[in-house]
T-cell receptor
Framework: EPEVTQTPSHQVTQMGQEVILRCVPI?????FYWYRQILGQKVEFLVS????????KSEIFDDQFSVERPDGSNFTLKIRSTKLEDSAMYFC???????????FGPGTRLTVL | GNSVTQMEGPVTLSEEAFLTINCTYT??????LFWYVQYPGEGLQLLLKATKADDKGSNKGFEATYRKETTSFHLEKGSVQVSDSAVYFC??????????????FGAGTRLAVHP
């Protein structure tokens, strides 16, 4: 059964460093999302992406964040200069054309020291 | 704005016990409602959904009914198993189709079932 994959499973970085979180959505899916969950808090929407552009973003998704679909298979989230408060689990999701369900990856745990 | 509130965990039950996890929401319009489950080390998986008032979503013995009058979508299962141990997330999407729009999640409820 096709699934969304994410790498790495755990990323540790120093404050101020750039990180790139990678996602491979399910083939033929058209809509892509990033969410995050700070430990003990709610899963929060960050950004949605369709037709090679951002369709919606939350207040969290400021200028330090960017997304890209560089090669038609990967979907990446970049944080330019990480802060301590960026430490969280980051989930990628994708949606097929019929739009019935968001399929989630297993998440990347980001730890900023 | 739209929001979801679900009961805090952890919920600890013995095998074959009855499960209820409460979820209430605040939304304008007619949202779609979802329950997602996260097993250890895995991603969020859709458990069930309902797209309009009085709809009942069901899957793997779990059920939830979309109650507009009480703005609730409580998750129930008549007899839980050890394999049901996971974190359960209630969520809403403010489009009827549910899939395309962002999801707004509750905080998650951890369920632990003991033999």
């Amino acid at each position: 059964e096709p699934e969304v994959t994410q790498t790495p499973s755990h990323q540790v970085t120093q404050m101020g460093q750039e990180v790139i979180l990678r996602c491979v959505p399910i083939s033929n899916h058209l809509y892509f999302y990033w969410y995050r969950q700070i430990l003990g808090q709610k899963v929060e929407f960050l950004v949605s992406f369709y037709n090679n552009e951002i369709s919606e973003k939350s207040e969290i998704f400021d200028d330090q964040f960017s997304v890209e679909r560089p090669d038609g298979s990967n979907f990446t989230l970049k944080i330019r200069s990480t802060k301590l408060e960026d430490s969280a689990m980051y989930f990628c999701a994708s949606v097929p054309k019929d739009g019935n369900e968001q399929f989630f990856g297993p998440g990347t745990r980001l730890t900023v020291l | 704005g739209n929001s979801v509130t679900q009961m805090e965990g952890p919920v600890t039950l013995s095998e074959e016990a009855f499960l209820t996890i409460n979820c209430t929401y605040t939304a304008t319009g007619y949202p779609s409602l979802f329950w997602y489950v996260q097993y250890p080390g895995e991603g969020l998986q859709l458990l069930l959904k309902a797209t309009k008032a009085d709809d009942k979503g069901s899957n793997k013995g779990f059920e939830a009914t979309y109650r507009k009058e009480t703005t609730s979508f409580h998750l129930e299962k008549g007899s839980v198993q050890v394999s049901d141990s996971a974190v359960y997330f209630c969520a809403l999407s403010d489009l009827p189709s549910g899939g395309y729009n962002k999801l707004i999640f509750g905080a998650g409820t951890r369920l632990a079932v003991h033999p």
